[in-house]
């Protein structure tokens, strides 16, 4: 418990902090925190996973640490929103890119999500970025847009094109990751609100998600496949949650996808936005991949038995499910 | 407009509520209700022919008679099902029909949006009951295949179309459909081409044209029949209602950019009519006269003349009336072989003669003859498209009579000839399907006598 709190504690530095060092110990706070949660299995893959984000993350730090101090030498200012030198800005964007998995820096992120067990996958994907994108929200006039716009189309292309291959459900999350931060990104510069109600949303369904893989405790298509037989309501709302992910309307995840369209033909981006547009369908061809396996069809399996229920998360997932799915019209 | 929305809606929780034993017949019912009331909607009062207006929805003489035909459809679905479905849990038959409901709902907010984003959204909507209707209630392997296809398919579609919707709205200020008419776009630089085309390509894939139309056999066929149904009659008159909403807003451009498309629209109805005499596959060959027919209508809505839009809407309900009820057909002989090869169910004329009425009546529609409607569609178009270029006639012409040969070759094989040794055992037909059947044809004949109804607000 005492890293939970730290984790809390170390997201809420970031979230006040206005010096860049304070900032930069809220997020190395969150890394070391974040490390024994990992390591807790003493599995040799939860060490190897551990060992990758604790470097790539350290690595991300320092980067940042670096950008800022170099910002307080050509311009004597430490406060956050002073940033003055575009270099830094640059740097900084890069640092926080690396440190939340945006393409190109998104290597770490699918081999670290297999290491892990469900629910500290859970928590990387989704406290983890809320920290990063504090500072991001903060920052945004003086990031370079084009360089925001890279790496979101980047981002989404490969989220799309890296999920197909998978069968293992965390690597498909950790792309599906990649793809939505690379939609958030991109809005960054236009408009911050967006880009804050897409990660709230982003949130929700991840969060969603993982509980449904939770309580199948499944963590392969394979053994997603009897989800039906364990129970026929969950698999349904799997199927909603996850074509909600792929941004179908009348989801909810169609929502953000659209404000998003929206604004970037507002600034005369039609191009990236059809770019962007047409790689969501790669992505959602792995997440109705996904529908099949679960809903949409019965794999042979002999055991036709109704099996014991498991209480323990379900809580939560009835108030997630009904923010995740339910549709909205206009 | 809520009297028919507010009731379809609360189907979803009759469908939830009701005992397992009234459950097919109080859904029936309350579907045939509403599809009566919805009847209403063929009376138009205003000038402007925008009626039954709210901020949201309204419904003008071109988006009644499709209406109409939702709802009509609704109840014909559900009978249509009963059969297959009467051996599944009871909670798997609520869901289907729950699913129905949903695809319903949306359906008639899209014929009744107002602006052209609710139309969207509610198009795109309808692709998720109708899938998962697709890929698992269907019978083969090959749907989940057909499934990702149509999602595709329609998505890489309209998801340019979304962003062309917002361009256009950042240009003119509102979407709203009563308005886009007036509104002057001047369209003359390269990037409004691709405008243009963004524009269009979402509804030439759903109606579908012949280049695109690869989705359309393999959806139809592996679809169980509700769903083959609601796609052939009204999921692909969804793209030529959205064509024709936003092909008023395209002019100049259309003049000129709108020649590949026609080449592909003709063309296809030559190539589609050909598919269909060597097909095997009994709703194969449906889903080929239905692209066939759709060409027609594409090729009618893209030179815009009053004849071609009237002509257009009329083939539209036309055909999706006969389409629907060819499909009903090979569903029932589906259901006594379990088998959709056409070899295997010829010369039923004799075991079951009724039926060979219905499968008379209904080539005979398909094949446009005089008087049906389908004829009175096809005339109107092929008569525009003569007008337009003279060269048409042949094509058309041709298709009509390859048309009329695969029509009659259906009919030749599926009731004629001689009856094979293995049906010793088929059941007679139920009044259940009588009833499905005759309610899919005495509106086909009844609106030979009104035509005006359909006729849209161009003549």
């Not at chain 1, 893959?45 to 350290?58: C, D, I, M, N, P």
């Not at chain 1, 042979?300 to 229920?309: L, R, V």
């Not at chain 2, 709205?169 to 081409?193: C, E, F, P, R």
């Amino acid at each position: 418990t005492i890293f939970i709190s730290s984790l809390g504690l170390g997201t809420t530095l970031t979230f006040i902090g206005s010096h860049w060092l304070l900032v930069w110990m809220g997020l190395e706070i969150n890394t070391l925190a974040i490390i024994p949660l990992m390591m807790y299995q003493h599995h040799p893959r939860a060490v190897e996973a551990t060992t990758k984000y604790f470097l790539t993350q350290a690595t991300a730090s320092t980067l940042l640490l670096f950008a800022s101090m170099t910002n307080a030498w050509t311009s004597g200012e430490w406060n956050l929103l002073e940033m003055s030198n575009p270099t830094s800005a640059t740097l900084i964007t890069i640092a926080l890119a690396l440190k939340i998995g945006l393409a190109p820096m998104h290597f770490w992120l699918p081999e670290v999500l297999q290491g892990l067990n469900l629910t500290t996958g859970l928590i990387l994907t989704t406290w983890q970025k809320l920290a990063p994108f504090a500072i991001l929200l903060q920052l945004y006039p003086l990031l370079n847009p084009n360089l925001l716009l890279f790496l979101g189309i980047s981002s989404a292309l490969i989220g799309g094109w890296g999920g197909l291959n998978q069968t293992q459900l965390r690597k498909i999350l950790a792309y599906s990751s990649i793809a939505h931060l690379g939609w958030m990104i991109t809005i960054l510069h236009y408009s911050p609100n967006l880009t804050q109600l897409n990660l709230i949303l982003y949130i929700i369904m991840t969060l969603t998600t993982f509980l449904l893989f939770k309580m199948f405790n499944s963590t392969k298509i394979n053994s997603i496949t009897i989800s039906t037989i364990k129970s026929p309501l969950l698999t349904t709302i799997t199927l909603m949650t996850l074509l909600s992910l792929g941004g179908l309307p009348p989801l909810t995840g169609f929502m953000p996808k659209w404000l998003i369209l929206q604004e970037l033909t507002k600034q005369n981006l039609a191009i990236p936005a059809t770019i962007m547009a047409l790689t969501t369908l790669l992505s959602l061809f792995f997440y109705l991949r996904l529908c099949y396996a679960t809903t949409l069809t019965m794999s042979p399996n002999p055991i036709h038995s109704m099996s014991t229920w498991r209480t323990k998360s379900s809580q939560p997932n009835l108030t997630l499910l009904i923010a995740s799915s339910i549709s909205i019209l206009l | 407009m809520l009297k028919i929305l507010i009731p379809t809606i609360m189907l979803f929780f009759v469908s939830w509520l009701t005992p397992k034993k009234w459950l097919w017949t109080i859904i029936t019912t309350h579907s045939l209700l509403i599809a009566s009331l919805s009847l209403l909607w063929f009376k138009w009062n205003t000038d402007m022919g925008w009626d039954f207006l709210n901020q949201y929805l309204g419904i003008d003489p071109l988006s009644a008679p499709l209406l109409i035909l939702t709802c009509w459809l609704l109840p014909l679905m559900i009978l249509a099902s009963q059969n297959h479905m009467y051996m599944e849990p009871i909670i798997r038959q609520r869901t289907y029909i729950m699913l129905l409901i949903s695809l319903q709902t949306f359906l008639i907010l899209a014929f009744s949006a107002t602006e052209m984003i609710m139309f969207y959204v509610t198009f795109e909507a309808t692709l998720i009951p109708t899938l998962i209707i697709i890929t698992r209630w269907g019978n083969q392997t090959e749907r989940l295949n057909a499934g990702t296809y149509f999602l595709f398919y329609t998505l890489m579609g309209s998801l340019p179309l979304l962003i062309a919707l917002l361009i256009m709205q950042n240009n003119i200020g509102s979407l709203s459909m009563l308005i886009m008419q007036y509104s002057q776009l001047d369209l003359t630089t390269w990037a409004d081409k691709f405008w243009w085309t963004a524009c269009l390509t979402a509804f030439l894939v759903k109606m579908p044209l012949y280049g695109v139309h690869l989705w359309l056999p393999k959806a139809h066929v592996e679809a169980p029949i509700a769903g083959s149904m609601i796609l052939a009659a009204i999921l692909l008159k969804l793209g030529g209602y959205g064509m024709m909403r936003i092909i008023v807003m395209l002019n100049p451009l259309t003049k000129e950019m709108a020649y590949p498309f026609m080449i592909l629209a003709i063309w296809g109805i030559i190539m589609t009519s050909s598919i269909c005499l060597r097909q095997t596959d009994l709703k194969s060959m449906i889903a080929y006269s239905s692209v066939s027919h759709m060409g027609l209508v594409a090729g009618a809505i893209l030179i815009q003349t009053p004849w071609s839009f009237a002509g257009a809407i009329t083939l539209m309900i036309a055909h999706g009336l006969i389409s629907s009820t060819l499909f009903c057909l090979a569903n029932t002989n589906y259901e006594r072989m379990h088998s959709r090869t056409l070899l295997l169910a010829r010369g039923t004329q004799i075991i079951l003669p009724l039926m060979a009425t219905w499968w008379f009546l209904t080539n005979l529609a398909n094949l446009a003859l005089p008087p049906t409607i389908n004829l009175m569609g096809e005339l109107l178009i092929i008569t525009s498209l003569f007008n337009w270029s003279n060269w048409t006639i042949l094509l058309t012409g041709f298709g009509v009579l390859i048309t009329a040969s695969y029509s009659l070759y259906m009919f030749l094989m599926t009731q004629r000839g001689p009856t094979p040794q293995h049906l010793l055992s088929i059941y007679p037909t139920h009044t259940r399907e009588h009833l499905l059947l005759n309610l899919h044809l005495i509106p086909t004949l009844l609106l030979i006598l009104k035509p005006e109804l359909i006729w849209g607000w161009t003549c």
